[in-house]
Structure formats: C-alpha cells, structure tokens
C-alpha cells in the first residue's frame, strides 16, 4: 500500500489507524503533534477510529519552540 507521510512517498503492509501508524513511527504519545490526512486535520481523540488509507497523504506536524 503506497502513502506520502510528510511529503515522502512510502509503502505499508496494510490498511492501519492514525495511532498504530503513529506508534510505528514512535510519535504516538508525544505531545505537540497534528496529523491531517488528505489535508483535513484529524483530532486526536479519532487516531484510534481513523484509518490511513491506500494513497492517502498523511501530514504530521511537530510544534517546536522557537524564539
């Protein structure tokens, strides 16, 4: 199954929610992170219920600070 994560096209074994997708890329229980797929944002309390699709594209933004 093809995706884009972040603007790089990728391959996965299977249909997966946003949280076990999240969990593989060792991000699911940072803080600070919005996803959106297909450029809509998906709240965090749907990851779980959510799922990442066969040419979905998956944005996954990281809040840093700055000064």
Not at 22 to 34: Q, W
Request: proline content about 1%; hydrophobic content about 35%.
């Amino acid at each position: 199954m093809r995706i884009v994560y972040n603007g790089i096209e990728r391959n996965i074994d299977q249909e997966c929610s946003i949280a076990e997708y999240l969990e593989k890329e060792g991000l699911k229980d940072k803080t600070g992170i919005a996803v959106a797929i297909n450029e809509t944002v998906i709240p965090r309390k749907d990851w779980n219920g959510c799922k990442i699709k066969n040419d979905d594209i998956v944005l996954v933004i990281k809040a840093t600070q700055g000064g």
